[in-house]
């Protein structure tokens, strides 16, 4: 606010920071502290959910469970339970990604850009963006950021942002150092459901470099990247709660929608606390 919070010194103070959206962020903080405390659950959703002719609710983390436990009448407490998070199933590595214990100890970190078009697209150049900002940071490590690619998406318009921003294609032998390495890799990919007729198609799209960083595009393979990631960069929704779930700290990016909004965000980051910083 342009008074720093000094109203009180000034009228005009205070008019400036109405003018400022002083009034709006007021409502907001009022709505996030006791409406929406730590869930999105609308206040009329939580009416149904006490009603007697409720039996059973069933949310996806215990945080919730707790928040919306405070919400309900005494009577209401006992129906709600907690019976672990579905979006943490199937999440077992194929081992598909093992050949990149010969590049410890690099950094592995996830890019999540989302997984509907057109959206994704514009997700995935920004998340690049931050991805250039941290390699001007001073990391001794090399980087390697793994991005699982769903298999409806167009993983050409991916190579070609990176190709646009500066980033080389490089040969996935180097990163992979063996032959049986390499089959192993593309037997595992092309079961995922990939697209591509032949091996070349997967190869050219593979593997880009830049200074001490290397964007290893895999077609699917979700589990197997957020098993070795280190942290993640996210503009996502499931793949972002799945990767906190494993215990990956993750940083997320509000974009301009329409799913990962800002406010879509907020929401997120109230649920998983901590593990997320926009």
């Known amino acids: 606010m342009p ?4 109203i009180n010194m000034d009228i005009l103070n205070l008019l400036r920071d109405i003018h400022a959206g002083l ?16 869930s999105v659950y609308f206040p009329w959703e939580r009416a149904m959910m006490a009603d007697s002719s409720c039996c059973l609710v069933v949310p996806r983390d215990s945080f919730t469970v707790a928040t919306i436990k405070k919400a309900l009448p005494v009577s209401a407490r006992a129906k709600i339970k907690y019976l672990g998070n579905p979006m943490m199933d199937n999440l077992k590595p194929s081992g598909a990604l093992d050949f990149l214990k010969k590049c410890i100890p690099a950094l592995f970190v996830a890019l999540l850009p989302g997984s509907r078009a057109p959206e994704v697209y514009l997700n995935w150049q920004t998340i690049l963006d931050a991805v250039d900002n941290l390699l001007r940071t001073p990391i001794s490590n090399q980087m390697i950021f793994l991005v699982p690619i769903v298999p409806n998406l167009e993983i050409d ?12 294609f490089t040969a996935p032998e180097r990163i992979m150092h063996d032959a049986e390495d390499l089959i192993f890799f ?10 591509c007729d032949e ?3 997967i190869l050219n799209s593979f593997s880009y470099k830049k200074d001490n960083a290397l964007v290893l595009l895999i077609r699917g393979l979700f589990p197997d990247v957020a098993s070795w990631a280190d942290a993640g960069i996210a503009m996502a929704g499931t793949a972002t709660e799945q990767l906190v779930g494993l215990g990956k700290p993750v940083f997320t990016i509000a974009g301009n929608g329409p799913q990962f909004t800002n406010d879509f965000a907020k929401a997120q980051s109230r649920l998983l606390g901590n593990s997320v910083s926009s």
């Open 186 to 195: 593309l037997k595992d990919i092309i079961a995922t459901g990939s697209n």
């Open 199 to 201: 091996k070349n198609d």
């Open 157 to 168: 318009s991916f190579s070609r942002t990176l190709l646009d921003m500066g980033w080389k």
């Open 3 to 6: 008074s720093g919070g000094f």
């Open 23 to 38: 009034f709006s962020l007021f409502v907001s903080q009022i709505v996030d502290k006791y409406l929406f405390p730590a």
